[in-house]
């Protein structure tokens, strides 16, 4: 079991702390993949920042490499740190839903990130970002980028509603703007199938103006096969997801890469402050935030690039 | 102009303060009636809060009579104290919505509370309450107390897409329940119309089991009118908003208001928690948060009683 624990000192040395701390757990997925890793750079940063604003708050971070894992780093929270307000991500919806409702039942405030749980209304506050508006602020880049007449190629995700919404929001977003769509067709959001898609595009499209990729996984490997073809500068490409080699090519100049989208791994922030917020203060935190898409560009480019990030 | 500046230490003794101080303006209606009254309470004690919290962040809170003067606050918080952030409740959509549009466009962060403005799209952050779910709450604890059977009238607000949505709620949560809604009409969200609305009702019903009134100044008309015809103690009366008067019945054990629903004037509080974590954090704020209805009860009621609101 991979469990990473920060704690105040006051927790550290003796538990029960001072007398009125209040403890919020978080728990995420394991840095296994690009953008859980700055999940947990994102989450770590968070705490270490609220916990010196905020000395009477303590925190249980843990990360989780399943799902039975999380479930028993949950009732682990609950039985010996005694959580005031947990805030998850659950590794998987179905396996996590009665758990996290017994935790809700027994008057513990819950923050649920990203992934909802299988039944409705559990809990208390639910943070997510907005694939809608994820394919919307690309289709209004091309839309406002892209002369008429322009020849564009679309890379989806994996079949799935989250693949479809965005799909929705980036047709939308180009409609009546006279760009031509190639083809579309599903990268599965993963690397070498975009290169082999991006490969055979290639070699039936004789002018291609832009490329989405609906995630930057697929865009690395979308830039890939360009490059390998020698079409370098013909194109450019959108991915998605802010990650931070596509940061990087975009505050260099690099035509290629004039834009990205974010899919922020900092909602787990997002949760954690507002779960905070609502210990603390008084203000009302219990509702649905969608978190909206960003376009990160040259001009803002630095204030989504995290140098420490794995990601 | 009615204007109340509440500002740290340092912008009160000298202009532009500390090296790296951001300043927040926050724009509300002035206190005309009772929600608003309590929009300012909550506004007020938040800035305080997060003034201590953060010697770094500076405040800026004007209260508006009318759309003129909060424009010519916004232009003020511009031009004189260079905000970095606006956290505006407009007084009307239609007026306001340009001037918000020209600080947006300017770079200036920007919240939008309850009231949305002409045109999506300008805000970066809207804060605001959940209509649908407010007439649910109220619906799921008629449908969980009354027995088959019961009968029930309901007071509507003034027509419009808010009313509409309340009752959608309401209806969809008792739908299957065998409550019968014996009358269901406008008190208008008014204390007197409510009141003779339901002295009516009295008259031509020998039963009536539960009042749902859709604000609570309507409840305060319809509790007054079931007392003056002597049938308290019959019926209970629903009303929402969490007016203090409510909270306060609902904790001393009152049968006659035994539960009441959110629709939280400290939404303020939310959305100047969340600029501000946004300013000093790290978190994306940039999306839609919609604040849940929550149901008030015996058990909870002393978190929703605020002693110094007027509201």
């Known amino acids: 079991m991979i469990k990473t624990l920060i704690a105040t000192t006051a927790l550290v040395t003796g538990f029960s702390a001072a007398a009125g701390a209040e403890t ?3 728990s995420i997925p394991a840095a296994t993949h690009g953008w859980a890793g700055a999940l947990n750079f994102h989450a770590e940063r968070t705490v270490e920042r609220l916990e010196k604003v905020y000395p009477d708050l303590d925190f249980v971070l843990t990360t989780t490499p399943d799902s039975a894992t999380q479930v028993s780093d949950l009732e682990d929270m609950v039985a010996t740190r005694g959580i005031d ?3 998850v991500l659950p590794f998987e919806s179905e396996p996590l839903t009665g758990p996290i409702q017994r935790i809700a039942d027994s008057g513990t ?3 649920v990130v990203d992934r909802g749980l299988a039944v409705d209304g559990i809990e208390n506050l639910y943070v997510a970002g907005d694939n809608n508006s994820f ?11 892209l002369d008429e007449g322009a020849k564009v190629v679309v890379m989806r995700g994996i079949p799935s509603t989250v693949d479809n919404e965005r799909v929705a929001g980036f047709e939308a977003a180009i409609d009546g703007a006279g760009i031509e769509v190639l083809a579309m ?3 599965n959001w993963n690397r070498d199938t975009a290169f082999t ?3 055979d595009w ?3 499209f004789g002018q291609i103006d832009a490329v989405w990729a609906a995630d930057d996984d697929m865009a690395v490997g979308a830039l890939a096969a360009i490059e390998q073809a020698g079409r370098t500068g013909e194109m450019f490409v959108v991915g998605g997801a802010g990650m931070k080699e596509m940061v990087d090519r975009i505050r260099s100049g690099d035509k290629s890469v004039p834009v990205n989208v974010t899919y922020p791994p900092a909602m787990i922030s997002t949760a954690i402050e507002m779960t905070a917020a609502g210990i603390v203060g008084n203000a009302p935190m219990s509702g649905d935030f969608i978190i909206a898409s960003e376009l990160i560009t040259l001009d803002n480019a630095d204030d989504f690039y995290f140098e420490d990030s794995p990601y």
């Open 197 to 199: 898609l991006m490969q």
């Open 109 to 111: 405030w819950v923050t």
């Open 202 to 204: 290639l070699s039936r």
């Open 85 to 87: 307000a947990l805030v």
């Open 185 to 187: 067709d599903h990268g």
């Open 135 to 145: 394919g919307r602020t690309a289709g209004e880049y091309f839309a406002e980028t």
């Open 24 to 26: 919020i757990g978080v």
